[in-house]
């Protein structure tokens, strides 16, 4: 059942392997004014509201904080990062993202499987440094 496009925070994911009638299938959701935005590969696609994503979600909590545009960082790794990129003051690519989003990023960051936005907050000093282990000990 579709949901109704003022439902702002709301994102729809289609999983899996897209068999030709699917994209026919979702297509109600256009009533709606959704809009189709790929991410790069065919096992998962969104749809958002208009005016709704990522940028206009951390704008939106910008002003409800009181935080400048150059006091907000977004970390990314996709397509669907780019308006959250435009909308923030600085911007950390995830190693590997999709190439548009590294021309904007400000800087890159390790893979989460290399913990890398963690490490990546730990050098800009807004978490603290995991405690040293010592060897052998």
Same mark, same amino acid.
């Given at each position: @059942? +579709? !949901?109704?496009?003022?439902?702002?925070?709301?994102?729809?994911?289609?999983?899996?392997?897209?068999?030709?009638?699917?994209?026919?299938?979702? !297509?109600?959701?256009?009533?709606?004014?959704?809009?189709?935005? =790929?991410? /790069?590969?065919?096992?998962?696609?969104?749809?958002?509201?208009?005016?709704?994503? @990522?940028?206009?979600? %951390?704008?939106?909590?910008?002003?409800?904080?009181?935080? =400048?545009?150059? /006091? +907000?960082?977004?970390?990314?790794?996709?397509?669907?990062?780019?308006?959250?990129?435009?909308?923030? /003051? *600085?911007?950390?690519?995830?190693?590997?993202?999709?190439?548009? %989003?590294?021309?904007?990023?400000?800087? %890159?960051?390790? =893979? =989460? +499987?290399? +913990?890398?936005?963690?490490?990546?907050?730990?050098?800009?000093?807004?978490?603290?440094?995991?405690?040293? *282990?010592? @060897? /052998?000990?």
């Amino acid at each position: @059942k +579709s !949901r109704p496009a003022d439902m702002c925070g709301w994102t729809g994911h289609i999983q899996g392997n897209l068999a030709p009638g699917v994209c026919e299938a979702a !297509r109600p959701s256009a009533r709606f004014g959704a809009k189709f935005c =790929p991410q /790069g590969n065919i096992r998962g696609k969104e749809f958002l509201p208009p005016g709704c994503g @990522k940028g206009s979600a %951390l704008r939106m909590v910008n002003r409800y904080l009181g935080i =400048p545009r150059a /006091g +907000s960082l977004c970390f990314g790794d996709g397509a669907n990062d780019l308006d959250m990129f435009r909308a923030a /003051g *600085t911007r950390v690519a995830v190693r590997g993202s999709c190439p548009a %989003l590294v021309q904007l990023a400000d800087s %890159l960051c390790g =893979p =989460p +499987s290399e +913990s890398g936005i963690a490490q990546e907050l730990v050098r800009r000093h807004i978490l603290p440094a995991p405690p040293q *282990t010592q @060897k /052998g000990a």
